[in-house]
């Protein structure tokens, strides 16, 4: 079980088991959303992921149709992403308390990555999301 939180604490989740798959996302609506180059993204089983607190807390934010982007009311932490008819979630892996074991498996979204952001691994990269 796996467990995490915004930075003021009122949000808390848990994921029964480690993420599908762990991306570093480096589109533009992920680097406005989180501040940062890029953010490292979990796909996690719909049914495999809850929130334990601070449900009546959650914001919505509808960044692109179909893609509603979910964080805290209060200090404003990303903590997910959900597509409505998709069966899995996206988790914003920087708000975890536990430790993961997974490691990302590639870069996605590279053809949009910020000019100053250099990557400096060898793991695949994708001009977009992969099929």
Not at 46 to 63: P, W
Not at 102 to 110: C, G, K, L, N
């Amino acid at each position: 079980m796996l467990k995490g939180s915004c930075l003021c604490g009122e949000v808390r989740y848990e994921i029964k088991g480690e993420p599908k798959k762990v991306l570093m996302c480096h589109c533009r609506n992920c680097r406005k959303a989180s501040g940062t180059a890029f953010t490292v993204n979990g796909l996690v089983d719909r049914d495999d992921f809850t929130v334990t607190q601070g449900k009546d807390r959650i914001a919505e934010f509808e960044a692109v149709p179909g893609v509603l982007r979910r964080f805290c009311g209060n200090c404003g932490s990303p903590i997910y992403s959900v597509r409505p008819a998709a069966d899995f979630v996206v988790v914003r892996l920087g708000t975890l308390d536990s430790k993961l074991e997974s490691r990302p498996s590639a870069h996605i979204f590279v053809g949009s990555k910020a000019e100053w952001d250099l990557i400096h691994d060898d793991l695949p990269q994708f001009e977009e999301r992969p099929q």
